[in-house]
């Protein structure tokens, strides 16, 4: 989760506290999603390209519908944090990156979910991403 909220806070441009609270809620949002498949068909049903693509979408045009003045920021955040979740698990034994077009399961490596190194470096990456945004500012 520290990874997906690193990522995006790192490629927002945000201009103020209530800004960064949306890029920070939304990506926290856009990480855990993922996640709900778990009792269903996991890493599957919610672990594919076109879920994120699609969800984004509908957020973003939620957004513009209420007049959101940052819409785009919201609507990026959570799709770069979404993203990144799935990213994680290709390299924790996969994903069905097209279901459900296609069956077949991708993965860069076939590390356990629970492997203590591939999620330490993850959480590393993502504070590293977040303390290098706060020295940019």
Not at 3 to 24: I, M, N, Q
Not at 37 to 63: E, G
């Amino acid at each position: 989760m520290l990874f997906g909220v690193g990522l995006a806070l790192f490629f927002s441009e945000t201009k103020d506290l209530l800004e960064f609270s949306a890029v920070l809620f939304s990506s926290l949002f856009g990480s855990t999603v993922p996640d709900w498949d778990l009792k269903l068909t996991h890493r599957s049903l919610l672990h594919n390209t076109f879920v994120p693509l699609l969800t984004s979408s509908i957020l973003y045009i939620a957004m513009l519908i209420t007049n959101t003045s940052f819409s785009f920021t919201i609507a990026s955040s959570y799709l770069i944090s979404y993203f990144s979740h799935i990213l994680l698990d290709l390299l924790t034994g996969g994903v069905v990156l097209f279901y459900p077009i296609c069956d077949k399961t991708f993965y860069i490596m076939k590390r356990r979910y629970d492997d203590q190194a591939t999620n330490t470096l993850a959480e590393a990456a993502g504070l590293a991403l977040v303390l290098a945004k706060t020295r940019l500012h």
